[in-house]
């Protein structure tokens, strides 16, 4: 066992963890319910989440090395009552269904953007290769990446 030091969305997070687990496992025994299990093994992006500065698969990190690390998960990029661009625009071009695949979906465009704001739609929708979806088709999401990033610049 090792105790390790994390920064989740801006607070700070002391745990202990097991050598063997994942960054997911930990989060979500830590409550961090919006990273998502799925596949649990990097083929489907639902587990995404921001670890300084990049988009990772949670499922394949292990917890023991992201100590003192900046993680960001899709709560780190907007609320409900607050949403970011990217949660605003899937919802509002029907890119949401179930949601299982969003929060992953968020980080990784979020991610995206922040490394490269001038990154056009499909620059965006690249970077989210790999990110499957069960119920949309993926068309409303490309819309909605599309009409967030209309006008070349990303800008919040
Ligand atoms: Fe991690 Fe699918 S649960 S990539
Ligand atoms: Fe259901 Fe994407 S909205 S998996």
Do not use: W
């Not at 496992?25 to 319910?33: D, H, N, Q």
């Not at 071009?93 to 995206?112: F, I, R």
């Not at 999401?141 to 209309?150: D, E, F, L």
């Amino acid at each position: 066992m090792r105790i390790i030091e994390l920064n989740v969305n801006g607070s700070i997070v002391t745990t202990q963890v097991k050598t063997t687990e994942t960054l997911l496992e930990v989060l979500r025994r830590l409550g961090f319910y919006e990273v998502k299990f799925s596949c649990g093994r990097g083929e489907c992006g639902a587990c995404s989440v921001e670890l300084n500065g990049k988009a990772v698969n949670a499922c394949m990190t292990l917890a023991v090395s992201c100590h003192r690390a900046l993680i960001r998960t899709a709560k780190g990029f907007g609320s409900v009552q607050n949403p970011g661009r990217v949660q605003r625009a899937l919802s509002e071009c029907g890119g949401v269904q179930c949601g299982y695949c969003v929060p992953g979906l968020v980080t990784a465009a979020e991610s995206h953007i922040a490394a490269s704001p001038d990154s056009s739609g499909e620059e965006v929708i690249r970077a989210l290769d790999g990110h499957l979806c069960r119920c949309t088709g993926y068309v409303k999401q490309r819309r909605a990446i599309n009409k967030m990033t209309s006008g070349s610049t990303i800008k919040e």
